[in-house]
């Protein structure tokens, strides 16, 4: 499957209430978001696998690949287009067996070696980051530049910048790094016209490449 990992909107639900959540997702993805993935630290497992059959309506409706973060479970109940997994997660080798060879399998990966081990256990993609401090996830630390620059020379699967990244500094990650993609959550999310947001990203993110 090929994946366009141009604007890569990770969903986190705020204060939002449902409707106004899964209302997001869609005007997101109309505005130019290319891959969806669902968030979930503190549901229940029913809670989650309940969101997520809701919006995978939503992203087969037009055609989105989606991801599950860290669960494999769910991922599996939902029959989603892949999983993206932490540092602390299950280890890639072993979610590559439990969800074989055709599911997506994404990583996050902190520094360079991160993402080389990531690379060479099999993962398909990468989360790169943090770029830059952000509220959304503060105990994250700041990838170096030299890391980032190891990465461009070296990584050869595709991968996204996430934490941090805003419209105003995404021409500059795709231009020096070669980012595939931006990882988004609140600029998206709380933004007041979602749907424009994730256009504005999109049309950066291709002018770039």
């Known amino acids: 499957m090929a994946i366009d990992y141009s604007v890569y909107l990770v969903?986190?639900?705020?204060?939002?209430?449902?409707?106004?959540?899964?209302?997001?997702?869609?005007?997101?993805?109309?505005?130019?978001?290319?891959?969806?993935?669902?968030?979930?630290?503190?549901?229940?497992?029913l809670d989650f696998y309940n969101l997520a059959l809701k919006v995978k309506e939503i992203t087969d409706k037009y055609e989105v690949p989606l991801i599950i973060n860290d669960r494999l479970d769910i991922a599996q109940a939902v029959d989603s287009a892949g999983v993206h997994l932490g540092q602390d997660d299950m280890p890639c080798k072993i979610a590559r067996k439990i969800l074989g060879p055709e599911k997506i399998i994404g990583i996050s990966a902190e520094n360079y070696e991160d993402a080389k081990q990531a690379q060479m256990d099999g993962a398909d993609y990468l989360g790169i980051g943090a770029i830059q401090k952000t509220a959304t996830k503060e105990d994250c630390d700041v990838i170096p530049r030299e890391d980032l620059l190891k990465i461009k020379e070296t990584i050869?699967?595709?991968?996204?910048?996430?934490?941090?990244?805003?419209?105003?500094?995404?021409?500059?990650?795709?231009?020096?790094?070669?980012?595939?993609?931006?990882?988004?959550?609140?600029?998206?999310?709380?933004?007041?016209?979602?749907?424009?947001?994730?256009?504005?990203?999109?049309?950066?993110?291709?002018?770039?490449?």
Request: aromatic share 10%; no cysteine; charged share 25%.
């Open 156 to 209: 050869t699967i595709p991968y996204v910048a996430i934490g941090g990244v805003k419209e105003y500094n995404t021409r500059e990650i795709i231009e020096n790094y070669d980012f595939n993609g931006v990882a988004i959550v609140s600029a998206i999310m709380k933004h007041k016209n979602p749907r424009e947001a994730s256009n504005n990203f999109y049309n950066i993110v291709i002018n770039e490449k």
């Open 11 to 45: 969903t986190d639900q705020f204060d939002f209430n449902e409707e106004e959540f899964l209302n997001i997702i869609e005007e997101a993805i109309i505005g130019g978001t290319t891959i969806v993935q669902i968030r979930e630290k503190n549901s229940s497992t």
